[in-house]
């Protein structure tokens, strides 16, 4: 597998966009996506299923200013191209209410390119943008790759 990378990101007043580039084909990124142990391993323990309507949470240690957990609910699924659901949480005095969208598409190497959207940031919320941007922005194409080339096998 070659080296995963980011091909872009941006930020702009209510939306997180990150592009990345990962050396595996859509079907193992999208179970690396919607697996709630692969996911786990690369983001956070969660109960996902890729199925509209499905309510799931992630959790996480929590930190100052954020409980650790977050609240989804799948809102479309189109396999292995979409995944889209809300992302609710937050401390009470700065609650979100935002949207994460996944698309998927074959890239010319046989890799995936990988396009993140988390949107619907208030301007309240704008510590919550910046942190979150960072952390999208930060290693996701590098643990997702190297969650894929340890032993993930289509057959797992």
């Not at 990124?29 to 697996?35: E, Y």
């Not at 309507?53 to 609910?73: L, N, S």
């Not at 401390?91 to 010319?108: F, G, K, M, Y």
């Amino acid at each position: 597998m070659t080296e995963a990378a980011n091909e872009t990101a941006t930020t702009k007043a209510d939306t997180i966009e990150v592009v990345y580039f990962i050396a595996a084909p859509p079907a193992q990124v999208w179970r690396a996506l919607t697996d709630p142990k692969l996911l786990a391993a690369w983001l956070m323990e969660n109960d996902i299923r890729a199925e509209v309507g499905h309510r799931f949470t992630f959790r996480a240690k929590p930190m100052p200013g954020w409980d650790g957990i977050v609240q989804c609910e799948v809102l479309e699924v189109d396999e292995p191209h979409l995944l889209r659901y809300s992302w609710r949480g937050g401390s009470e005095e700065h609650r979100l209410d935002t949207i994460v969208t996944w698309q998927l598409r074959p890239a010319e190497d046989g890799g995936t390119r990988l396009r993140l959207e988390h949107s619907g940031f208030r301007p309240q919320d704008a510590f919550a943008l910046e942190g979150l941007a960072r952390g999208w922005r930060g290693k996701i194409a590098e643990r997702i790759s190297e969650l894929l080339s340890e032993g993930f096998r289509e057959n797992d």
